[in-house]
């Protein structure tokens, strides 16, 4: 009878993956709905041109925004803070790879410059200017 009973009874020594998979799916689904809200930056409408995209590389990032406040990754700075702070910015940042230039399509085009002319005198030889590619028709 002892037998039987072994029989009727044995044990199942495999594991069930089904709810650890739901889980895992739950997650991905999760994480792909938030990862695009968790990029930060400055809210910029960039200029459109014919150019060819940039390579990911990661360096420093001036942006412009339409009224004129400039910020450095993402600390805001005004001209006058950016003229006198930007050169200890791009050594403690490692601006060996270069700064993009991130301006609004709306900045005036005095304004690019200053901010170009500030970069320039602070050493930093390579900058990117960056825009959006034209749609194709």
Known sequence: MSRRRRERFALNAEINVVSLIDVMMLLMVIFMITAPMMQGGVDIALPTAKARPLEAKRSLSVSVTRDGRIFVDETPLSLAEFEGSFRTLAEQKG??????????AGVPYGTVVRVLGVMRASG????GLVAEPEATP
């Open 124 to 127: 930093v030889g390579d900058v």
């Open 95 to 104: 601006s060996a790879g270069g700064v993009y230039l991130r301006a609004d």
